[in-house]
Nanobody, 123 residues
Framework: QVQLVESGGGLVQAGGSLRLSCAASGRTFSDYAMGWFRQAPGKEREFVAAISWNSDIIRYADAVKGRFTTSRDNPKNTVYLRMNSLKPEDTAVYYC????????????????WGHGTQVTVSS
């Protein structure tokens, strides 16, 4: 079992940057692939990025590719999402999730979820 807590969200102007962190409890963090998802007002939850347990495979949604970077530090039980060149369209609640089975792009493939952190990008 993994408990996840996101942090680092906030209000930022368009073009600015934020770094989100996801802290995991337990000693099994390195066994999981990690994903980032977001949900904007009135929209469905969408895939943002995913990273394999050993960081050898990293995937990004087209909407964020080239602007966002995810990384993980297994000894610290933490995964990060660096967001650069933020746009108002990036405004959403961002969630981290852990998958014990696959480097998935879909919500149902993840076993554990954090409660989310709000990111608001103003124009």
């Amino acid at each position: 079992q993994v408990q996840l807590v996101e942090s680092g969200g906030g209000l930022v102007q368009a073009g600015g940057s934020l770094r989100l962190s996801c802290a995991a409890s337990g000693r099994t963090f390195s066994d999981y692939a990690m994903g980032w998802f977001r949900q904007a007002p009135g929209k469905e939850r969408e895939f943002v990025a995913a990273i394999s347990w050993n960081s050898d495979i990293i995937r990004y949604a087209d909407a964020v590719k080239g602007r966002f970077t995810t990384s993980r530090d297994n000894p610290k039980n933490t995964v990060y999402l660096r967001m650069n060149s933020l746009k108002p369209e990036d405004t959403a609640v961002y969630y981290c999730a852990a998958s014990a089975y696959t480097l998935g792009n879909y919500s149902h493939e993840y076993n554990y979820w954090g409660h989310g952190t709000q990111v608001t990008v103003s124009s």
